[in-house]
C-alpha cells in the first residue's frame, strides 16, 4: 500500500468519524436542552456554552482533519482514479453484443433475466412507496402541536420504508451488472468460437464509441495543446503549485485571525455561531 493510499484512507475515516461525533454531540446538545425547556420554559434549548462544551471533546480531531485536509490540498495528493471516466458496463456490454448477429441461448437467457430483475427492483420499489404515501397522506399524522415531534414521527415511520426501496433498487441494479457482465464474456466467447472456425457469417465490424477514432486535424490539436503545456512556467511544475497553494492558505490563515480579533467582526461570529447552533440542533 502507497504512501498515496494510505493518507486518502486514514482522511476518509477520519471525516467519517467526525460527522458521526458532530451529529451525536448535535442530538445530544438537543435532548439535554429539550429536559431543561421543560422545566424551565425560559431556558433555550441551544446555547453557546452547551456547543462550545460538545465541542471540545472533538476539538482535537477537528484541527486534525482539518491539518490533514490543508497538507493533502498543499501538497497536491490526490486519488489519481477520481477524474478517470466510471466504467459503464452496459456501454462495454452494447459495443460487444453488436457484433453478435445471432445471440446464442445463454445470451439470451441473461437479456431476459435482466429484464426480470429491473421489473422487480421497480415493483418493490413502489411498493414501499405506498407505507409512505399513505401516511403521508392521511392528515391525523401532521396535528398542530410540536413540530420537533411531528418531524420525528414522520422520519420513524417513512425513512426505514424508503430506505428499504432503495435497497432494492440497489440490488437490482447490482445484479443487472452482473448479469451484463456473463452476457458480454458469452458474446466474447461466440465471437471467438467463430473467428476460430472460420465463419465472420455471425459477426459485424467492430463499433467504434464516440470520440474512440481522432483525424489528424484533432491529433495535431492534442499535439498543440501538449507543446504550449510544456512551454508553459506554471503547468507541470508541481513545486510551484505546492508553493502558491502555501502562500494562499497563509494568506487565508492570517486574514481569519485578523477578522475574527476586529470587534465587529467577532460580534458577527458569535451572532452566526449561535445561528448555525440553532440550525444544527434543528437539521
Not at 497536491?76 to 466510471?86: G, I, M, S, W
Not at 462495454?92 to 445463454?106: H, K, S, Y
Not at 401532521?142 to 440490488?171: D, K, N, R, T
Not at 445484479?175 to 465463419?199: D, P, Y
Amino acid at each position: 500500500m502507497t504512501e498515496k493510499k494510505l493518507y486518502l484512507i486514514v482522511q476518509s475515516v477520519v471525516c467519517v468519524l467526525l460527522v458521526i461525533l458532530l451529529a451525536a454531540s448535535a442530538v445530544s446538545i438537543y435532548r439535554e436542552g429539550k429536559a431543561r425547556k421543560a422545566e424551565d420554559p425560559m431556558e433555550s434549548i441551544y446555547t453557546a456554552e452547551k456547543a462550545a462544551e460538545k465541542f471540545r471533546p472533538i476539538a482535537p480531531l477537528f484541527f486534525g482533519s482539518f491539518g490533514l485536509t490543508a497538507a493533502g490540498w498543499i501538497l497536491a495528493v490526490k486519488d489519481d482514479n477520481a477524474e478517470k471516466p466510471v466504467r459503464d458496463t452496459e456501454l462495454a456490454r452494447n459495443l460487444i453484443v453488436a457484433r453478435v448477429v445471432d445471440p446464442g441461448e445463454q445470451m439470451k437467457e441473461e437479456q431476459r433475466r435482466q429484464k426480470k430483475l429491473r421489473r422487480v427492483g421497480r415493483v418493490l420499489f413502489l411498493l414501499c412507496l405506498v407505507p409512505v404515501i399513505i401516511y403521508v397522506a392521511n392528515g391525523e399524522h401532521f396535528p398542530g402541536g410540536s413540530l420537533e415531534e411531528m418531524a420525528a414521527a414522520l422520519a420513524a415511520h417513512i425513512f426505514p420504508w424508503i430506505i428499504l426501496g432503495f435497497g432494492c433498487l440497489i440490488v437490482s441494479t447490482v445484479l443487472q451488472e452482473k448479469s451484463m457482465l456473463r452476457e458480454t464474456a458469452a458474446a466474447q466467447a461466440q465471437i471467438k468460437a467463430e473467428k476460430e472456425s472460420g465463419s465472420q457469417s455471425g459477426i459485424r465490424p467492430e463499433p467504434k464509441a464516440d470520440g474512440i477514432e481522432k483525424d489528424s486535424e484533432t491529433e495535431k490539436k492534442s499535439e498543440t495543446e501538449k507543446n504550449s503545456t510544456k512551454n508553459c512556467p506554471q503547468a507541470g511544475n508541481p513545486k510551484a503549485k505546492r508553493t502558491l497553494r502555501i502562500v494562499l492558505t497563509i494568506a487565508a490563515v492570517v486574514f481569519i485571525v485578523l477578522g475574527v480579533m476586529n470587534g465587529s467582526a467577532k460580534a458577527v461570529f458569535t451572532k452566526a455561531a449561535n445561528i448555525c447552533t440553532e440550525c444544527i440542533g434543528l437539521g
